[in-house]
């Protein structure tokens, strides 16, 4: 099946033998998509029943979109804050200023 754009418009049922077509049920609540009804499309292939079953699934997406982002940064926000303790403990010490006056002799 993969590789053939016709095989993308059907998946196998696990029940019987007949292939399912994609646009047979609804993708949230699995109504089943028939007669002459609307279809409420979302990324180009997920159907829906309704603008409320598309809405629904578009805010749990931007919900989901939203944590991941929110997990990147927070990854990023770690990741910099370990590369600059890293840098800090491995860098040498600053040079110290030492105020000499001539004719002193200054050990260290």
């Not at 028939?34 to 499309?41: A, K, P």
């Not at 370990?82 to 200054?106: C, E, L, M, R």
Request: charged residues 30%.
């Amino acid at each position: 099946m993969v590789g053939s754009p016709r095989s993308r418009l059907y998946c196998e049922r696990l029940s019987d033998d007949e292939p399912h077509h994609f646009l047979d049920s609804c993708f949230l609540c699995k109504k089943p998509l028939t007669g002459n009804r609307d279809i409420f499309m979302y990324r180009g292939d997920t159907p829906f029943c309704s603008e409320e079953c598309r809405q629904e699934q578009i805010e749990m997406d931007e919900a989901m979109e939203k944590k991941w982002k929110l997990s990147f940064e927070a990854a990023s926000r770690k990741e910099k804050q370990a590369q600059n303790q890293k840098s800090n403990a491995t860098s040498p010490p600053k040079a110290q200023k030492f105020h000499v006056h001539a004719g002193t002799v200054v050990a260290s």
